[in-house]
């Protein structure tokens, strides 16, 4: 009986060695990216409503990402812009900014010479700073006014219940963030002291 509880106990060693092996190598081998709002984390979840110029359309972000693009490959960046349609600041970019974007780094000829294979989305997620009481206006005949007004080609998402507050966490406007076709952050203007243009220019492979 003796010879027997050993056996047990050697074979239960050996599995429990085995195992301890295997989560050693998963940990030594893998290098897990945290979700986050810097620069080198995953983006976080960012779905719902989008308004194309025509009409409201589900959108999830995170099914636009390829988890095994790296650098050189073909893939679309993401400019993502959280936005209010009263903010000034916001005003004053989608009148001047990002019309220079959209026109330099957007559609089928874009003004900068981008990289093969290489494309640029913007997307404007509209939020809320002021509640229901300020006597300011939102909803999405709102959105869709602000967009046509400033002639803008790319998508604008309703998240004016400031849903994204949960993931994205609870910050002013604008606020910019550049995406990889991987997912991962490479600015935001939360951390980098320089401006976003700047940023495409520096981030956004060109062409030869």
């Known amino acids: 009986m003796n010879d027997e509880a ?6 239960l060693m050996m599995v429990s060695v085995i195992f301890i ?21 995953r983006a976080p979840e960012l779905s ?17 990402f390829n988890d095994s693009w790296v650098e050189g490959d073909n893939g679309t960046y993401y400019l993502v812009e959280f936005m209010d349609t009263n903010c000034s600041i916001c005003i004053t970019a ?9 026109a330099d780094y957007t559609g089928e000829m874009p003004r900068v010479n981008l990289a093969a294979g290489v494309s640029v989305e913007i997307l404007a997620v509209s ?8 006597g300011r206006d939102y909803g999405r005949d709102v959105i869709e006014q602000f967009r046509a007004e400033f002639e803008h080609d790319f998508a604008y998402m309703d998240m004016q219940d400031n849903s994204h507050q949960d993931a994205w966490g609870n910050f002013g406007t604008p606020t910019y963030f550049i995406i990889d076709p991987s997912g991962i952050i490479q600015y935001t203007n939360l951390e980098d002291g320089f401006d976003v243009r700047e940023a495409m220019d520096s981030i956004i492979p060109r062409g030869e």
């Open 6 to 11: 050993g056996a047990r106990s050697d074979g």
């Open 21 to 41: 092996a295997a989560f050693t190598y998963i940990a030594l081998t893998t290098d897990p990216v945290y979700t986050g709002v810097g620069v080198g984390d």
């Open 48 to 64: 719902g409503k989008i308004y194309d110029g025509t009409t409201w359309v589900d959108f999830d972000l995170e099914k636009q």
């Open 94 to 102: 989608a009148s001047e900014k990002l019309p220079s974007i959209q």
């Open 127 to 134: 939020i809320s700073l002021w509640d229901e009481d300020s």
